[in-house]
């Protein structure tokens, strides 16, 4: 069954259009990552799922029940912010079961869904602390912990590892990740990291300027980007674009090329000037310019290439994705 489906929905606030005839479906029990730069209108999009702001126009069905006008209490939706949100007067298990109380939930449902969610989470050794001693990543986990106890049908996820170091944000998307297989339930999950989105969905919506630019799964819009756009968000170190010009004279088209497809080649099309490399161990990044244009070779292995070198660069014709000036793609 369809969990979510949304409809030619728009947000305008005032004379501002920031949502524009969104139409996405999210399957029961599936993961879905929007992704897309700042201001993109994500949160906007995830506070009209939820209620906290109305649609302007269109429809929003949880479900088979249209809930635009269902306060947010009565979607079955919980939201975890990337601030948390906790409340600092009341230690963890206050902080998560609130919810549940003035549900009118009984103590002995209240207090088996605390049991559960701590242990999963971790949180059993923490449920008289107050907020204010605890770590980040503890937080962040109450956060998600208060969202559990109240078995929505739909989780929505606004940055939550925006706030933690690079280390306890990897560790905790592999527990979004196992929370996500264990409650089998539908998760809606905001980013605008590129990783966190590749490696969390099943499916990916990448917006921009509140407008649905592609939706598929990570290695469909990896693989076949409908745009320049799409194909230079996803993937990192960025796909390079190129004017296809350099390989054939008067050609106005854009070449892309990601980073792992253009190697070092004694017969390859570019000459380069390499500016820089990052010698990662596993990978080679060889940052070059060819003229005016800087592009990044991932070479796989350790490589004794420094800057200053003269280099050919090349590709597999296979590799080469073209797009035309205003950046549909074409090849
Ligand atoms: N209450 C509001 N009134 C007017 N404009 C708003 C309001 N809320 C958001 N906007 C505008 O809507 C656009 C989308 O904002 P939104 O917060 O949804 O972006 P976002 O994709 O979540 O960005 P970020 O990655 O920075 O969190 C922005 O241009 C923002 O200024
Ligand atoms: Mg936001």
Redesign the pocket.
């Known amino acids: 069954m369809t969990a979510l489906t949304l409809t030619k929905v728009n947000k305008s606030?005032g004379s501002?259009h920031?949502l524009k005839d969104i139409d996405i479906e999210v399957e029961e029990g599936e993961f879905v990552v929007f992704v897309?730069p700042?201001?993109?209108?994500?949160?906007?999009l995830l506070r009209v799922i939820a209620g906290l702001e109305d649609a302007s126009s269109g429809e929003i069905r949880i479900g088979d029940d249209q809930v635009n006008l269902t306060p947010p209490s009565k979607r079955g939706i919980a939201m975890v912010f990337q601030s948390y949100a906790l409340y600092p007067h009341l230690n963890v298990r206050k902080n998560m079961t609130l919810a549940l109380k003035q549900e009118k939930q009984s103590k002995e449902v209240i207090d088996a869904r605390v049991e559960e969610a701590s242990r999963m989470l971790d949180l059993g050794d923490y449920l008289d602390r107050f907020p204010s001693e605890l770590s980040g990543g503890q937080r962040q986990r109450v956060a998600i912990g208060r969202a559990i106890v109240r078995q929505p049908k739909l989780f929505l996820f606004d940055?939550p590892l925006s706030n933690l170091d690079a280390a306890l944000r990897m560790n905790t998307r592999i527990e979004i990740a196992a929370l996500h297989r264990q409650l089998a339930a539908s998760m809606i999950y905001v980013t605008?990291d590129q990783t966190e989105a590749m490696t969390l969905a099943d499916k990916i919506v990448v917006l921009r300027d509140g407008r649905v630019e592609q939706i598929g799964s990570p290695m469909e819009l990896y693989n076949n980007p409908a745009n320049q756009f799409v194909a230079g968000f996803l993937g990192s170190p960025a796909m390079n674009f190129l004017p296809a010009d350099l390989l054939a004279e008067g050609d106005m088209r854009t070449l892309g090329v990601r980073p792992e497809d253009l190697q070092l080649d004694d017969m390859g099309a570019f000459d380069a000037k390499v500016g820089h490399v990052e010698h990662l161990g596993g990978d080679t990044n060889v940052i070059a310019n060819i003229g005016p244009h800087q592009v990044t070779a991932r070479l796989f292995g350790q490589h004794d290439v420094s800057e200053g070198d003269e280099v050919k660069l090349g590709f597999a014709a296979d590799k080469a994705y073209y797009f035309d000036k205003d950046g549909a793609r074409l090849g």
């Open positions: 606030f501002v920031v897309g700042s201001g993109c209108g994500k949160s906007t940055e605008h």
